[in-house]
């Protein structure tokens, strides 16, 4: 006979926040058509609510210029045929996606960024964390959240700071923060977020066997993580954006206040308005070593 | 202590003891499928996954490396599972390695789950012919009802007021256990009886689930189409009305005795008739320790070891009357006082004091189960206490060994009870000594060795 209390929820019962890359750019450009994505990663989403009848998914749409809610398993029922054909997951993801992608590609009219073809990052992970903390709140029996990046489009130096802040509030918040980046080269703040979240980042090798990466590496729920081997980082990419002109760079001014990131020598900082000494004589004297390798 | 007789096994482990013809059998239903997956350990479920779209059987030591050193014990418990569930199907490979692959059948119906989604065998009726369908929140009180009324009646206490038509062999499977009879005595509950009131709704419910199926082969109906019918209930929306024609013969005849359990609420309009899954229904795949459907809690216990429960149920009264003593009774209120006689009296039938404790704890009223400890400490260590009190003497079965032939073998045998932990006295003056029944056999070895 239990003595202890019994406990209410298990181990493994977990609320996955899908951010989901939508951005046109990349995707008409990738090798991997976006429908056959999707299809994996309905697939995926189906076996995490397989897995355990408590467990919850939430899908934000990452898009070029906005971001949105695309699909909440708590608010409706898994059950049932909508038009006959598909399930409830599909057809209401379906169709939020759509309406969502024909949103952003107005705002991109409205508003062209110029230039840049990296897609909200910073928005959506705010999004995935504001929801993670309404969860938080609604009482002391909750499923175990982590966020998934499935993200394609490269990254936007000008998110840098919003993105940094947005993962140093998931590592207090103990949210680990996956990524799987299925673009070309690595993706920096992704390897970032997922080396200080402890999260796992991963860049799938064949692009044909996607679901079969996501079940065995991203389907894993944080307790089962402590008995398994997940794929580990290689070298993650530490770099930062500098304050002033948002550039990735190697190396640059740090103000000793604030630690705030110049590229150029400024007179006063910006972001908490220190005054800095006389020019230095040389770049390579004064400034700091940025990069640096873990382990 | 008394040995816990009532063990609240899932049903899984029920579904795990039949044989592998059956299994197989059951396999085709895809939402048994899926319940048994999600009642897998955590780790199962991962390998399950991973090997889901995988056709080649993986040998095992391939198996191992997905798991850290840390996790082999796990690994260990999840394979064993899967195998013993038939999940996974065990076979060596030319090289005598041993390999797993998923059974066919659950793979093949996972798989199409997936992508296509849970598909229910019946769809909820549309609304325009069941008039009138009940809230949530009055569906969950008569299923409580329902199910206070079928334990009422249960420990025969006389005052149910609606008699349920749960034909009494079927009452008298359910009370075997339960209930002790003596010739022309009235039955008395057994301490395995006692045990079972103090359990939560869910466990209770699994309890009797258990039974209803394991008699089910005396009724003329075959366990595995039952275990697949209550476990297809489990999917159903709670709430929705499903039609009963669609039901077979079978089923329509179990589901009336669902309905006296408050599994299911049936309804009739003008021409059709219906069933309403209850909470009840649709908790019983889960497994015990995700049991959501905690109730509110009514106990108040006060330092002076007076309770107060806000309770009107009859039920409430009864369990309370197991270790207190009632005092009075008003319309929404149950005041009882737990007293030395009261306690020894449950001790008498076979409550231990943790189980009162627990019972008090888990029900506490929410006004006093914020506070930590809910029930005041020096009333659960007097319930403690007073339990000592009753076991001041304790019985281990023993072994009296004496006449040694020699102080030399004398000694080595006390060396070698304690040794194995099973020393219990010694008098090394008459060479007498006398060890642990449970390592009688090992020292007869070691004595017939000595010689």
Redesign the interface.
């Known amino acids: 006979m239990a003595s202890a209390p019994s406990k209410l929820y298990a181990d493994d019962v977990s609320l996955l926040v899908v951010l989901l890359d939508t951005n046109p750019f990349f995707w008409s450009t990738s090798s991997l058509p976006f429908s056959k994505f999707l299809s994996h990663v309905l697939a995926f989403l189906n076996s995490i609510l397989v897995l355990n009848q408590l467990n919850e998914v939430v899908v934000i749409g990452t898009g070029y210029a906005s971001c949105k809610y695309l699909y909440n398993s708590s608010s409706y029922s898994n059950h049932g045929l909508e038009d006959g054909r598909m399930p409830a997951l599909c057809t209401r993801l379906l169709k939020n996606l759509e309406e969502f992608v024909i949103g952003d590609e107005q705002s991109i009219k409205e508003d062209p960024r110029g230039g840049t073809m990296s897609s909200l990052l910073s928005g959506s992970l705010s999004m995935a964390l504001c929801h993670i903390q309404k969860v938080f709140r609604s009482g002391s029996l909750h499923p175990q959240p982590r966020i998934l990046c499935l993200q394609g489009s490269p990254d936007g130096p000008e998110q840098y700071v919003a993105i940094m802040n947005a993962i140093f509030s998931a590592q207090r918040s103990m949210v680990p923060i996956d990524s799987c980046y299925i673009g070309s080269h690595n993706s920096a703040f992704l390897q970032q977020a997922s080396y200080i979240t402890g999260g796992v980042y991963l860049k799938p090798q064949q692009m044909d066997g996607l679901f079969q990466y996501l079940s065995t590496v991203f389907a894993t729920d944080l307790h089962s993580r402590t008995f398994l081997q997940l794929p580990k980082s290689v070298g993650v990419d530490f770099r930062a954006s500098c304050f002033c002109h948002k550039k990735t760079i190697d190396m640059g001014y740090v103000c000793s206040v604030c630690l705030s990131i110049f590229c150029k020598h400024h007179k006063k900082c910006s972001t908490c308005g220190s005054v800095f000494g006389e020019t230095p004589v040389e770049l390579d004297s004064v400034s700091k070593q940025k990069r640096k390798t873990p382990e | 202590m008394p040995q816990?007789k009532i063990i609240a096994k899932n049903f899984m482990d029920m579904v795990a003891s039949l044989p592998a013809m059956k299994l197989d059998q059951l396999y085709e239903n895809a939402f048994i499928c899926?319940a048994i997956?999600?009642s897998l350990p955590?780790?199962a479920?991962?390998f399950v996954?991973?090997m889901?779209?995988i056709d080649a059987p993986v040998s095992a030591t391939s198996m191992e490396?997905?798991?850290?050193p840390?996790?082999v014990s796990?690994?260990k418990v999840a394979v064993d599972r899967l195998i013993q569930l038939r999940v996974f199907i065990e076979t060596a490979d030319r090289k005598r390695e041993t390999t797993y692959r998923l059974n066919p059948m659950f793979q093949a119906n996972?798989q199409k789950?997936?992508?296509?989604?849970?598909?229910?065998a019946r769809?909820?009726m549309p609304s325009n012919i069941t008039v009138r369908l009940p809230s949530l929140e009055e569906l969950e009180a008569y299923a409580l009802d329902q199910w206070e009324c079928f334990l009422l009646q249960l420990i025969n206490s006389g005052q149910a007021e609606k008699p349920s038509n749960i034909s009494s062999s079927v009452m008298k499977v359910f009370q075997k256990g339960l209930l002790s009879q003596r010739d022309k005595e009235a039955p008395r509950l057994t301490e395995s009886g006692f045990?079972f009131l103090l359990?939560?709704t869910n466990a209770q419910l699994w309890y009797i689930i258990r039974e209803y199926i394991s008699n089910s082969e005396e009724r003329g109906v075959d366990p595995a189409d039952l275990i697949s019918f209550l476990l297809e209930l489990s999917?159903h929306?709670t709430g929705e009305a499903y039609d009963i024609d669609t039901l077979t013969e079978e089923q329509r005849y179990a589901i009336k005795d669902l309905a006296d359990l408050g599994l299911v609420k049936l309804q009739q309009g003008r021409k059709d008739s219906w069933f309403i899954p209850t909470k009840l229904a649709t908790n019983l795949?889960?497994?015990?320790?995700?049991?959501?459907s905690?109730k509110q809690g009514f106990v108040v216990v006060e330092t002076n070891f007076r309770m107060y429960a806000y309770s009107s149920s009859k039920l409430h009264c009864e369990i309370l009357r197991l270790f207190s003593r009632i005092e009075y009774q008003l319309p929404n209120l149950i005041v009882a006082a737990i007293t030395k006689e009261s306690l020894y009296n449950a001790f008498k039938n076979g409550i231990?004091a943790?189980?009162i404790?627990?019972f008090l704890?888990?029900n506490a009223h929410p006004r006093v189960a914020e506070r930590i400890p809910s029930v005041p400490e020096n009333v659960t260590d007097q319930i403690r206490l007073w339990e000592s009190d009753l076991n001041r003497v304790d019985i281990t079965p023993a072994h009296f060994y004496d006449e040694f032939p020699s102080r030399e073998v004398f000694e080595a045998a006390c060396d070698y009870a304690r040794e194995w932990n099973g020393l219990l006295w010694e008098d090394s003056k008459n060479m007498r000594l006398v060890v642990k029944a449970d390592i009688h056999t090992h020292m007869r070895e070691h004595l017939r060795r000595q010689k």
């Not at chain 2, 490396?65 to 850290?68: A, K, R």
């Not at chain 2, 795949?285 to 959501?292: E, F, K, R, V």
């Open positions: 816990v899926e997956l999600r955590p780790l479920k991962k996954l991973q889901l779209y490396e997905w798991v850290l840390d996790g796990k690994y996972l789950l997936l992508i296509h989604g849970e598909v229910l769809e909820p045990q359990m939560e999917f929306v795949s889960m497994s015990l320790a995700d049991s959501s905690r231990t943790d189980q404790v627990t704890q888990q």
